[in-house]
């Protein structure tokens, strides 16, 4: 009985030697990495935008990983008054990004739901933001245009 799992190990051993079998792995294994490269794998991107009203900045930095957008978000106003900071996260649908922005200003945090035109990596568009009657907080404006236009860039564009 204590030389059971020894003969067992030895005779999978004798067939995973066999000739036959040698061959027929090799090309399943062949097959299943031309899959896996060919459709498996995840279309990754990175991009960065900048985008200047007056002396006021928007960076946004983004990572498209399929159809997944997750990246940095930032409104820097020149007047010296607190800005938004925080990350974006959405899906890529149709060439618009769908995101929900989290971002903190000073020791709050809020969300705000954006939506990008997203062309290429030098071509993104926002549509504005408007301030809701009712809560007094900013709202993506849904009957609008994508008319925030961005410029390639990157953080040290500042």
Known sequence: ???????????????????????GNADTVKKDTAAAT???????????FIHHIGQDTTLIDFTLIN????????????????????????TLKNDTIH?????AVGRSTDTMSVELLFKDSAD????????????GRLQTDENAGFTILYKPGSRKHR
């Open 1 to 23: 009985m204590k030389y059971l799992p020894l003969a067992l190990i030895a005779l999978c051993l004798a067939a995973c030697s066999s000739p036959q079998k040698k061959a």
């Open 38 to 48: 060919a459709g498996k794998a995840p279309s990754i991107s990175t991009h960065s």
């Open 67 to 90: 159809d997944r957008a997750q990246g940095i978000m930032d409104w820097m106003p020149h007047d010296g008054t607190e800005g938004h900071s925080g990350v974006i996260q959405g």
């Open 99 to 103: 995101a929900v922005w989290g971002y």
């Open 124 to 135: 993104l568009r926002q549509k504005p933001l408007i301030k809701n009657a009712k809560t």
